[in-house]
């Protein structure tokens, strides 16, 4: 499956990040908490987005207990991906304290959650996972490019997941992206891998946009990661019989493959950090544990071209924020 080998990426891999600046949604707990924790620990300044104030000043203050002989460049942003009002404040307030931006990565998201939706009337999955991480990409993409200009490669990691390849995922509705006709108790199932499948899209079309110029926008890499079976409080929101059985599952190894949330970071590290060719060869593509590159992702994009899938994505995510007034 995998393309472009590379060895199995490890946390000592991780180069020196001095004077690197990066941001971590979802940062406080999970995969994302780990993963800050690397940055901060090689010399990134970080910043957590995370809704919950009090979870994530918990988070930066065991970091700290982790490492206190280092003094580590950690601060928090808050903002609610469920509003895209408070996306776009995040966005603002970073770009008023920061001029560079080398990483990016979106971490946060929800799995399997009962249909509801957010203040923006989109299903909350579809706006969770995809469209205000979307918002936030195109809003701090000024900042990466100047960013890649002065100081080489800016990447973008979507954290995504394998589920955007199995066989219940819907095909890409723009018409209708809340799926609120889905019914039973996979529909919230259905409704996950549909938003994980347009991050997938995204992350390849993002990479078409930033290579098409000769300037220096050509060094912002982007990459869709699987981080692997993780237990998280991702497996919490399914109320539903079968959302149990997933968590008892993972909860217990029962589920192949499962890792430690230090080794579901691995991936997005490597491609966060990592300089090895075929790493930087991948831009666009995706990744899986541990670094390697899977052509799941190819396929996809390639079932799509005909009917200009990623561009239809591209135009629809922008009228949806539109309609919203952004």
């Not at 890649?148 to 800016?154: I, L, S, T, W």
């Not at 996950?192 to 930033?210: D, F, I, R």
Request: glycine letters at 8%; one cysteine or more; aromatic letters at 8%.
């Amino acid at each position: 499956m995998a393309l472009n080998q590379s060895k199995a990426f490890s946390l000592r891999d991780i180069p020196s990040l001095d004077g690197r600046v990066a941001i971590v949604t979802g940062g406080s707990d999970g995969i994302g908490y780990a993963t800050t924790l690397q940055l901060v620990l090689h010399g990134a300044r970080v910043y957590i987005v995370a809704r919950s104030s009090e979870k994530a000043t918990q988070a930066i203050a065991n970091m700290r207990q982790s490492a206190p002989e280092k003094s580590l460049d950690i601060h928090f942003l808050q903002a609610d991906l469920q509003s895209l009002a408070s996306v776009m404040q995040v966005a603002k307030r970073f770009n008023e304290k920061e001029s560079n931006l080398d990483i990016l990565i979106n971490n946060a998201g929800i799995m399997a959650a009962p249909y509801g939706l957010t203040e923006d009337g989109y299903e909350t999955q579809w706006q969770t996972n995809y469209l205000s991480p979307f918002l936030l990409t195109k809003s701090l993409l000024p900042t990466m490019t100047s960013t890649a200009r002065k100081n080489g490669p800016a990447r973008i990691i979507n954290v995504v997941s394998d589920a955007a390849f199995v066989p219940i995922t819907p095909d890409l509705d723009l018409e209708n992206p809340n799926l609120d006709h889905l019914t039973g108790f996979m529909a919230p199932w259905k409704r996950y891998c549909h938003s994980k499948m347009a991050m997938v899209l995204l992350t390849h079309h993002l990479h078409t946009l930033v290579t098409r110029d000769d300037n220096a926008m050509n060094n912002i890499k982007t990459y869709a990661v699987h981080p692997g079976f993780v237990e998280t409080n991702l497996q919490a929101l399914d109320p539903t019989l079968l959302g149990k059985i997933v968590k008892f599952s993972v909860r217990w190894g029962l589920v192949p493959g499962k890792v430690s949330r230090e080794d579901g970071a691995r991936t997005t590290l490597a491609c966060a950090t990592s300089d090895e060719w075929p790493i930087l060869e991948g831009s666009g593509g995706f990744f899986r544990p541990f670094g390697q590159r899977d052509k799941q992702g190819d396929a996809l994009v390639e079932k799509g071209r005909e009917s200009k899938m990623e561009e239809r994505l591209w135009d629809a995510s922008e009228q949806m924020l539109k309609d919203k007034g952004f």
